[in-house]
């Protein structure tokens, strides 16, 4: 099953969002559909998928299945048919399939036409959950294949995350800084300080040589390519004898965005370690 990985798993921030209900993971889209959803991407993020009826449509329709379900509900999405519904695919700007959009708060985004890998369908989708949670969209929908509720969060963790709502980075900073002080060992609170750190970050221009020297590998996590963004800073820590401690201090911190167990992550540690030793 298909798993973005920390650095766009806003899990830790994030609470399931009991009113995003949707029948399918890919529903097939109709004019009052399409005008449902386009009020749901206020919410969440929705990806609309333009198929005909060519192979190359029904791979991108199971890939997109198949992301879908190790999604957790962080995306809805729609198929609008080029053959049945020719004029709502105008009216997204789309004449060639297969094709797929995303919609953040009713404004449509082209993300790709023709075929792709699944490692491209998720870079893709990545830069749309970063782009998403950067302007406070950051529900999730609820299926009738994900019936269990999320775990409730602490009322300490549930005010970091209305913050986030309400678009105060510094407060959600502040209370995943105090979460940590009385409980050190917080991996959800360490993981959301990580993330609004990382918005933050990217919302600003650099102030110091030190941030413009760590600044690329935001981007890169930015755009869903935490390996690169680790290679970077690792490329960097070998040449940077005086700054080494504010390199791998950050290292970590990105570390703490995809857990210990993700694969870019292990092998960025052992990299790390044989340049440490």
């Known amino acids: 099953m298909t798993n973005f990985g920390g650095a766009f798993d806003l899990s830790s921030l994030n609470k399931e969002a009991s009113g995003n209900q949707v029948t399918e993971l890919l529903v097939r889209a109709d004019q ?5 959803y386009v009020e749901l991407s ?16 029904e791979s991108l329709r199971q890939l997109l299945l198949q992301v879908l379900q190790g999604s957790e509900g962080r995306f809805a999405a729609a ?48 830069q749309v959950l970063q782009l998403a949670a950067q302007n406070n969209i950051t529900g999730r929908v609820n299926t009738a294949s994900q019936p269990e509720p ?53 919302r600003s221009e650099p102030a110091s040589e030190l ?16 390996a690169g963004a680790f290679d970077y800073l690792l490329d960097a820590f070998a040449q940077q004898i005086d700054q080494r401690d504010q390199i791998r201090m950050r290292l970590l911190e990105l570390f703490s965005l995809l857990g210990d167990s993700d694969a870019a992550v292990l092998s960025a540690r052992r990299r790390l370690a044989s340049l440490m030793f």
């Open 150 to 202: 999320a775990k409730p969060l602490s009322p300490e963790h549930e005010r970091a995350f209305a913050a986030i709502e309400a678009g105060d980075l510094a407060g959600a900073k502040e209370q995943y800084q105090s979460i940590l002080t009385e409980y050190p060992n917080d991996l959800e609170a360490a993981a959301g300080l990580a993330q609004v750190e990382l918005m933050i970050r990217l």
């Open 211 to 226: 941030d413009k020297l760590l600044a690329p590998a935001d981007q890169l996590m930015a755009q869903g390519n935490p």
């Open 32 to 36: 009052n559909l399409l005008r449902q």
């Open 79 to 126: 198929e609008l048919s080029l053959t049945d519904s020719p004029q709502l695919a105008q009216a997204v700007g789309v004449s060639m399939a297969p094709a797929m959009l995303a919609l953040l708060a009713g404004k449509p985004a082209p993300l790709f036409q023709g075929e792709v890998s699944q490692e491209q369908l998720l870079q893709v989708l990545g």
């Open 42 to 57: 206020d919410r969440v993020p929705v990806l609309l998928f333009i198929s005909d009826p060519s192979s190359e449509s």
